[in-house]
């Protein structure tokens, strides 16, 4: 498969196995950049089981790097009239590093998700989320995954998932309808794409005694334990509804008893607190979070409160478990749950459409798209 | 239990079983019962022999710590080039997983910042892409060859 190498002052080969030990561990921007050496370098970058070698080396990276938090991309009007978007890596000292700054086609108006090292974005909400992209930032990558039909009048909630048994990606969308005017009760419908496949597969969505959400909420979805979560309503009756990305089912998650009361709340979300499931709730200047101890065990939800004053928006929760907000003076800043620290981030105040992601990772996913838009 | 092992220029080494059988090559000689006499190796010279011992030696004794061992690993692979290849050439026939992993990340981070020329030349590449093919792959990834 591979040509022998002769190194320098040495008179033996480098075995072809242990070569291709040192290519798979080589960063993504050069093995992009070393596709031209020569064919055979580049038979081996485009080939599958080499893209999937890589992959898990960098996955095992990410997972056991302990410096390394997520990714923070956020735009910024430059002077001249051009917006610029960047991209930084929260370090677990608070410090930021910026990864790149481009110019990039104002698409990411709505985030899906991330994960394993893609992006899945939207477009706006006007077309009902009709265009679903996937990006890969270091590929510098876009292409269009997934073009769904448009619903019309319809709630329509989206999720981006990894589906661990294939080495495969799934988007998820949720359809709601409301026909009471017709049929007198709602509905949902799901579909769901896969990647490698190109091709949507829809199905009627029903969860245990609770055959019709009504309301799906619009807030992300989280993938965790290889099952994308949403908040749902039905009725009066709120709960988790997680769709198991490898058995294609939907299960239900009851939420803790009375989280929803209170009467400033805001910014209600999903996110993975320290390895567990958590609901984020914030009321009026105090941050309620429930963890889910023991996933799937109602009885371990474990409510924790704490005094944060003045947040205005909410963006993620990093993998020490700090959370990550806006105030109202537009400052980003990163706050210590346990210890009540807060600390500022070095971000732009003129910074619009953050969106942070957790567990950073490069892969060669997508670098041989066509179809796509480069920057 | 001690093991005695021969380098390929002859010298005795003796070690204690746990160290060497961080070697895949040698568990399985000592689990096959062959490892009574002492084993030779060939293929590595007692310079590189006594390098990969100190490892095997040190990731016994740190194992519980971390952060110590991952200090003394960073110093450990910063050897000339000369040391590195016959360290990863070691590492591969004694079939150590640890050492040829962060052998091999060494190389990597020596090759990972050259343009493909010099790549070519550091290992002895012939280019046998047109130059029209090389432009078209250039230009698919401009970005990755700037700064």
């Not at chain 1, 769901?192 to 609770?210: A, E, I, K, M, Q």
């Not at chain 1, 993620?316 to 706050?335: A, N, P, W």
Request: proline share 3%; aromatic share 12%; net charge negative.
């Amino acid at each position: 498969m591979m040509s022998r190498k002769r190194l320098p002052m040495m008179s033996q080969h480098i075995p072809a196995g242990v070569a291709y030990n040192i290519l798979t561990q080589l960063p993504v921007k050069s093995i992009i950049r070393f596709r031209c050496v020569s064919k055979s370098w580049n038979s081996i970058f485009t080939d599958p089981i080499f893209i999937t070698t890589n992959f898990k080396f960098n996955q095992a990276k990410s997972l056991s790097n302990n410096s390394r938090n997520g990714y923070l991309l956020y735009k910024e009007n430059l002077s001249y009239g051009v917006k610029e978007s960047h991209i930084v890596v929260c370090n677990n000292d608070r410090s930021l590093s910026r990864v790149c700054s481009f110019e990039i086609p104002s698409i990411h108006d709505h985030i899906v998700g991330f994960c394993k090292g893609l992006f899945c974005f939207t477009g706006s909400m006007d077309d009902s989320y009709q265009r679903i992209y996937v990006w890969n930032p270091s590929v510098r990558k876009i292409t269009i995954a997934a073009t769904a039909n448009n619903v019309g009048f319809a709630g329509v909630t989206l999720g981006f998932a990894y589906h661990l048994q294939n080495n495969d990606f799934k988007i998820l969308r949720l359809v709601c309808f409301q026909r009471e005017l017709l049929y007198g009760s709602d509905g949902a419908e799901a579909e769901v794409y896969t990647l490698s496949t190109g091709s949507w597969r829809r199905f009627v969505v029903s969860v245990d005694y609770w055959p019709f959400i009504r309301d799906i909420s619009e807030s992300p979805s989280l993938f965790f334990n290889g099952a994308l979560h949403f908040l749902a309503q039905s009725g009066l009756f709120r709960f988790i509804m997680s769709f198991d990305v490898d058995e294609e089912r939907f299960h239900k998650i009851m939420l803790p008893q009375n989280c929803f009361e209170g009467f400033f709340q805001h910014s209600k979300c999903l996110v993975v607190f320290k390895g567990s499931l958590a609901l984020i709730v914030f009321d009026c200047n105090i941050c309620h979070m429930w963890v889910m101890r023991e996933y799937g065990v109602v009885e371990s939800w474990t409510k924790i409160s704490v005094p944060i004053k003045g947040v205005k928006r909410f963006y993620g929760c990093t993998v020490k478990g700090e959370l990550l907000m806006e105030k109202s003076h537009s400052q980003i800043f990163s706050f210590d749950l346990e210890s009540l620290n807060e600390k500022v981030l070095d971000i732009p105040t003129t910074a619009k459409d953050v969106i942070y992601t957790d567990n950073f990772m490069e892969s060669l996913n997508l670098f041989d798209v066509i179809d796509s838009e480069d920057y | 239990m001690a093991l005695e092992l021969k380098s390929s220029d002859n010298k005795i080494f003796e070690v204690e079983e746990l160290v060497a059988v961080q070697s895949e090559t040698i568990k399985s000689l000592v689990e096959d019962g062959c490892a009574d006499n002492v084993i030779p190796l060939p293929n590595v010279d007692s310079k590189t022999l006594e390098l990969v011992l100190d490892w095997c030696k040190n990731h016994v004794d740190m194992k519980l710590d971390e952060e110590k061992l991952k200090e003394y690993e960073d110093k450990f692979i910063e050897v000339d080039q000369a040391v590195l290849y016959d360290l990863l050439l070691a590492a591969n026939y004694l079939n150590i997983k640890d050492l040829l992993n962060r052998a091999c990340q060494k190389v990597a981070d020596m090759l990972k910042g050259k343009t493909p020329e010099q790549i070519r030349e550091t290992l002895n590449i012939v280019n046998d892409f047109s130059p029209e093919e090389e432009e078209e792959i250039r230009k698919e990834n401009l970005w990755a060859f700037e700064e």
